[in-house]
């Protein structure tokens, strides 16, 4: 048994899906620091033994943090930084003052100068003008003493339900080279293995399951769970539910008449799940995706099952709330693979 603990940070944590995998890991988050409250009023339910801090990192002082942990040693940092100010005319990231969370990851690694960091993001932070943003983060890390890795992995080989792209960098400390983990998963899992046990209508806050789980990934994924949460259907009006009925299992805005194919302008709109496939990426409660078999979109559970995250973690605030939040996240399986390798490079330092 692995008797190694290393203290974690989480920036930019939200509802704490890149936590949850680092605590299934086996690592000791320290703190979870956001400045969205509807998150943390989730993370602190289902994280009860880390601390949270509300805060908008653009301002928050290394100082502050260190307080908040006690001036504990911080092994690793994790998170997203958001970073919409991303140049493509040559300037660097770091001196654009819309990259100001960006630069605070940047600030928070250079005051604690952790073991390690990961941070993710979107895929094209790899290719947005011509690499220049990636070259910019390689940069500003590599100043710092890292030795950074990167690569856009698919939470679908992570077992996740889910075709989710994500960019990756990893850094290390050592000198040495992160190694990506490989899949956990020889296939996908689809999306009917994901939530055909869970039923069209609404369960009320921790009511029974209605059926015995149908899959593997239902068992693994009910594990200790009493019952269901966050399982409130949205009904639609009744042509919205007539035009979901149009396109089959799999389809979208194509199978319909041609009358409606530009009720919505948007390409993905009137998308139906493939059962037989993982889902796409879950967005943060935009309606355009709907069930694979029943005629609504799919229910705060059913994402937060695309996304990986146990039954026994329950979303609080309102229904736009939960969606935004398991939109957000990043998915608990993919982070605990990747947790889980970056112990494998740490061990060597001890």
């Not at 003052?97 to 100068?113: D, P």
């Not at 998963?185 to 689809?190: A, G």
């Not at 149009?246 to 194919?261: F, I, R, S, T």
Request: some cysteine.
């Amino acid at each position: 048994m692995d008797k190694l603990t290393y203290n974690v940070i989480d920036l930019f944590c939200g509802c704490g899906g890149l936590s949850l995998g680092f605590e299934h890991a086996g690592y000791n988050l320290l703190l979870g620091i956001d400045m969205w409250e509807d998150a943390l009023v989730t993370y602190r339910h289902n994280h009860k033994n880390n601390n949270t801090l509300c805060a908008d990192l653009a301002n928050l002082k290394a100082e502050t943090v260190e307080k908040e942990i006690d001036n504990q040693k911080v092994d690793v940092i994790i998170g997203g930084p958001p970073c919409q100010g991303f140049s493509i005319a040559g300037k660097r990231i770091v001196d654009d003052e819309r990259n100001s969370l960006y630069k605070s990851f940047v600030r928070m690694v250079q005051h604690f100068k952790p073991k390690a960091f990961m941070l993710e993001n979107v895929p094209n932070i790899l290719s947005i003008g011509n690499g220049i943003v990636r070259d910019s983060i390689l940069r500003d890390f590599e100043e710092l003493g890292y030795t950074i890795t990167y690569k856009v992995c698919l939470a679908a080989d992570y077992g996740v339900p889910q075709n989710r792209k994500r960019a990756i960098f990893v850094g290390l400390l050592d000198g040495t080279k992160f190694e990506f983990p490989a899949p956990t998963v020889n296939v996908p899992i689809t999306c009917k293995e994901a939530i055909s046990d869970l039923p069209y209508e609404t369960i009320e806050e921790g009511g029974a399951y209605t059926i015995e789980p149908q899959s593997d990934y239902q068992k693994l994924i009910r594990q200790g769970s009493s019952g269901v949460y966050n399982h409130d259907i949205t009904i639609h009006t009744p042509r919205t539910q007539e035009i979901i009925a149009m396109v089959p299992d799999g389809g979208n805005y194509k199978d319909l008449p041609l009358e409606l194919q530009n009720t919505r302008k948007v390409h993905i709109a009137w998308t139906r799940l493939n059962s037989n496939r993982p889902s796409v990426t879950i967005d943060t409660g935009h309606n355009h995706h709907f069930h694979y078999k029943y005629n609504r979109v799919p229910t705060a559970r059913e994402s937060a099952r695309f996304q990986s995250f146990p039954d026994t973690f329950v979303f609080l605030g309102n229904k736009t709330s939960k969606l935004k939040q398991i939109g957000n996240a990043v998915p608990p399986l993919m982070a605990e693979a990747i947790a889980k390798q970056l112990k494998k490079h740490l061990k060597h330092e001890i």
